[in-house]
């Protein structure tokens, strides 16, 4: 029986470790498995997925979801989703035929809109994780958004340093601000303790 499973969340709340976790066990059960990643997604190198606890394995990069089609596995393995173009039918056309998917990419963009094919991905998931991080300015554990520090020139900046999970009071009190992030830094934190 194939399946669509999704991890989702804001940066940094363990969506990569998730994948990486069925992934080993998909491989004790002796199942043909493989790994992608976008090819836009250079972070960690140009075929390389990477956790933040430390575990890596190589991926095949790919721009298109059509792409998959090229590969046959029994489990498909798919890290940051939110930067692959095309159309969600053609793993769901898989999944109709028995294969498996572990997909893992950010729901939203850091101004809180749909990012990318995520949207119709969670439409047509078997199941969802929504996960969330810890906010990193007031430490409570319900960051469910991604803040950009700076000022985007363009829709998409790939990056690790740029972005922090924060929690849905903390993005609020950044947007209404106004204000560049390490200028407003020190006041938000002095008025959340």
Known sequence: MGLINVYTGPMKCGK???????????????????????????????????????????????????????????SYFIDEFQFLKGDVSTIDK?????????????????????FGKMGDLLCIADNIDIMTSICELCKCEEAIFTYYKGHKDTDIVVGDTEYMPVCRECYNKLMSNNYVFPMFLGTLLKNTQ
């Not at 976790?21 to 998909?26: A, F, G, S, V, Y």
């Not at 990643?37 to 960690?44: E, H, T």
């Not at 998917?101 to 809180?112: C, H, V």
Request: hydrophobic residues 35%; contains cysteine.
């Open 16 to 74: 990569s470790q998730r994948i990486f976790n069925e992934l080993k066990r998909q491989l004790i059960a002796g199942k043909n498995i493989k790994v992608f990643k976008p090819l836009l997604d250079d972070r960690a190198g140009d075929d390389i997925i990477c956790t933040r606890s430390g575990n890596s394995i190589k991926a095949i990069n790919i721009q298109d979801i059509s792409e998959l089609e090229d590969y046959d596995a029994d």
């Open 94 to 114: 898989m999944a109709s035929t028995g294969k498996k998917f572990y997909i893992a990419g950010l729901n939203l963009t850091s101004e809180k809109k749909v």
